[in-house]
């Protein structure tokens, strides 16, 4: 078994009612820009659209170099059931699509959920003309749990991606026990890939956690203040198989990396997610991505990142602000204490330069600078305090760059409650022998406030391979629900 190290995101095709293939495209577009090698799409079974919406996926992945898709079957989603036919129908619909992600000539299959179905996958496999590699998350059994299933399996897929409850940092051991488990043995050789006797291991990486849909039993935050860079220096420690990201459009979560696209926002989500952006999040990617790519934490800097790039988070609501209330968020999923208790007034930053300069925070008329050595990626905490508990505009400065950020402010949001969701700021700067300019990044149909500077770095030609556009009509998405089954096996994820 010979895998190539990939790194995917997970995109929610229920989250895609009439959205037209020049979405589709965009949104791969601005993937591959970051880096990131394809899409696990995350499909419910009662969805009628899911067939339409993975033929404009498909053709418009097919479009982007070296941009592959996978089927990830979704058993928490409502309103239907897989069987054993439907998964093979849909497996064989594309299994041969050009711009399908295999392991030895077989299409990998991967779920959300699903261990109820484990008996089953002898059906469905037998009825894919050549097989499946399947890479299922059955993260409920817990490591330990997948041993009587390692003869059905390939591999296995992990969503514990952020800290438990009352937990501030994300630790590797459930990563190293699926290694473990999974029997992972491995040769590196001369073309940067992996030869495996064992099982493959796909790490769940993911940026943040919030959400407040009270209706659906989620209410919740999940320690995040340094989780996307501490996330990535653990891929660099445990070398996966595969990595992907949760995720791409997950808004209600408040984990998505991809540009905010109105019609995919749930209405109870508005609230939190509206006018903040997460595109910063990617400014960084390219090098983190490249890193684990080659399995060492130091490299060249990625010819795409020009010379230097910075991805910034922080929260533009003061946690003690009076009068703002936590509104019944607790600190982790299944967590007691109120969400509070698991974050700081600072702004986060991860910051990489191919020599050594100063990077400069600003917040209103104050200004914190940090130095920022030559070589890896370095994570710096700004406390509001450390700015004068000063309140306004964020900018990042770094090289002759300066991009800027939602303000933070002493008002408290209209709905009354603190909002733990986090605004983003991205920057690179370009090589000295690359054309400078801005270039917007929002979806089409929409305005530039969901942009993160890219500073004159070309995008290899994005728009020319990605000419897509906006979405319509929301629906409310079976998937959502899933949060009450999970809620019961102590998911980290839901």
């Given at each position: 078994?010979?895998?190539?190290?990939?790194?995917?995101?997970?995109?929610?095709?229920?989250?895609?009612?009439?959205?037209?293939?020049?979405?589709?495209?965009?949104?791969?577009?601005?993937?591959?820009?970051?880096?990131?090698?394809?899409?696990?799409?995350?499909?419910?079974?009662?969805?009628?659209?899911?067939?339409?919406?993975?033929?404009?996926?498909?053709?418009?992945?097919?479009?982007?170099?070296?941009?592959?898709?996978f089927?990830?079957?979704?058993?928490?989603?409502?309103?239907?059931?897989?069987?054993?036919?439907?998964?093979a129908?849909?497996?064989?619909?594309?299994?041969?699509?050009?711009?399908?992600?295999?392991?030895?000539?077989?299409?990998?299959?991967?779920?959300?959920?699903?261990?109820?179905?484990?008996?089953?996958?002898?059906?469905?496999?037998?009825?894919?003309?050549?097989?499946?590699?399947?890479?299922?998350?059955?993260?409920?059994?817990?490591?330990?749990?997948l041993?009587?299933?390692?003869?059905?399996?390939?591999?296995?897929?992990s969503?514990?991606?952020?800290?438990?409850?009352?937990?501030?940092?994300?630790t590797?051991?459930?990563?190293?026990?699926?290694?473990?488990?999974?029997?992972?043995?491995?040769?590196?050789?001369?073309?940067?890939?992996?030869?495996?006797?064992?099982?493959?291991?796909?790490?769940?990486?993911?940026?943040?956690?919030?959400?407040?849909?009270?209706?659906?039993?989620?209410?919740?935050?999940?320690?995040?203040?340094?989780?996307?860079?501490?996330?990535?220096?653990?891929?660099?420690?445990?070398?996966?198989?595969?990595?992907?990201?949760?995720?791409?459009?997950?808004?209600?979560?408040?984990?998505?990396?991809?540009n905010?696209?109105?019609?995919q926002?749930?209405?109870?989500?508005?609230?939190?997610?509206?006018?903040?952006?997460?595109?910063?999040?990617?400014?960084?990617?390219?090098?983190?991505?490249?890193?684990?790519k080659?399995?060492?934490?130091?490299?060249?800097?990625?010819?795409?990142?020009?010379?230097?790039?910075?991805?910034?988070?922080?929260?533009?609501?003061?946690?003690?602000?009076?009068?703002?209330?936590?509104?019944?968020?607790?600190?982790?999923?299944?967590?007691?204490?109120?969400?509070?208790?698991?974050?700081?007034?600072?702004?986060?930053?991860?910051?990489?330069s191919?020599?050594?300069?100063?990077?400069?925070?600003?917040?209103?008329?104050?200004?914190y600078?940090?130095?920022?050595?030559?070589?890896?990626?370095?994570?710096?905490?700004?406390?509001?305090?450390?700015?004068?508990?000063?309140?306004?505009?964020?900018?990042?400065?770094?090289?002759?760059?300066?991009?800027?950020?939602?303000?933070?402010?002493?008002?408290?949001p209209?709905?009354?409650?603190?909002?733990?969701?986090?605004?983003?700021?991205?920057?690179?700067?370009?090589?000295?022998?690359?054309?400078?300019?801005?270039?917007?990044?929002?979806?089409?149909?929409?305005?530039?406030?969901?942009?993160?500077?890219?500073?004159?770095v070309?995008?290899?030609?994005?728009?020319?391979?990605?000419?897509?556009?906006?979405?319509?009509?929301?629906?409310?998405?079976?998937?959502?629900v899933?949060?009450?089954?999970?809620?019961a096996?102590?998911?980290?994820?839901?």
């Open positions: 078994m010979v895998i190539p190290r990939a790194v995917f995101a997970h995109y929610m095709v229920g989250l895609t009612y009439m959205q037209s293939a020049e979405q589709w495209g965009y949104d791969i577009g601005n993937a591959s820009a970051a880096a990131i090698d394809g899409f696990a799409l995350n499909i419910g079974p009662s969805d009628s659209f899911t067939l339409n919406s993975l033929r404009h996926a498909y053709d418009a992945a097919a479009k982007v170099d070296n941009f592959t898709l089927l990830s079957f979704d058993f928490q989603a409502t309103g239907g059931s897989w069987s054993p036919k439907t998964i129908d849909l497996t064989n619909t594309f299994k041969d699509e050009p711009a399908q992600f295999k392991v030895d000539g077989k299409p990998l299959v991967s779920t959300f959920e699903g261990v109820s179905f484990t008996d089953q996958w002898s059906q469905a496999r037998s009825q894919v003309d050549g097989d499946i590699f399947l890479v299922p998350d059955w993260s409920s059994l817990g490591a330990d749990g041993y009587p299933h390692l003869d059905e399996i390939d591999g296995a897929f969503f514990d991606a952020w800290p438990t409850a009352g937990q501030t940092n994300k590797t051991d459930s990563d190293v026990r699926y290694t473990k488990v999974l029997k992972q043995a491995s040769q590196a050789n001369k073309f940067n890939v992996k030869t495996y006797n064992g099982k493959a291991y796909m790490m769940g990486v993911s940026p943040y956690f919030y959400t407040k849909l009270p209706q659906l039993g989620k209410n919740w935050y999940s320690s995040s203040d340094s989780l996307w860079y501490d996330r990535w220096q653990q891929v660099l420690d445990v070398m996966p198989d595969l990595v992907e990201i949760v995720s791409w459009n997950d808004f209600g979560e408040s984990h998505h990396i991809g905010n696209v109105e019609a926002i749930l209405a109870s989500a508005k609230p939190y997610v509206d006018g903040l952006s997460h595109a910063g999040f990617r400014a960084i990617l390219p090098y983190f991505i490249a890193a684990y080659a399995g060492t934490k130091n490299i060249t800097l990625p010819e795409s990142m020009g010379e230097g790039a910075v991805s910034a988070w922080y929260r533009t609501t003061p946690i003690d602000l009076p009068n703002c209330s936590d509104g019944g968020t607790k600190w982790g999923q299944s967590g007691s204490d109120s969400a509070k208790d698991g974050v700081r007034d600072v702004i986060n930053i991860v910051a990489v191919a020599w050594n300069t100063s990077l400069t925070v600003a917040l209103g008329d104050a200004t600078t940090v130095q920022v050595a030559q070589g890896a990626p370095q994570f710096f905490q700004v406390s509001f305090e450390e700015l004068g508990n000063q309140r306004g505009t964020v900018s990042i400065s770094m090289g002759n760059q300066t991009a800027t950020g939602a303000a933070i402010t002493d008002e408290c209209e709905s009354g409650v603190i909002n733990f969701n986090a605004e983003t700021i991205g920057l690179k700067i370009p090589s000295t022998t690359n054309e400078t300019y801005n270039d917007s990044n929002s979806s089409p149909g929409q305005g530039s406030s969901d942009d993160y500077k890219w500073n004159g070309k995008r290899r030609n994005v728009h020319a391979k990605a000419r897509r556009s906006v979405a319509s009509l929301d629906r409310g998405v079976s998937w959502a899933s949060a009450l089954a999970l809620t096996v102590g998911m980290l994820y839901v």
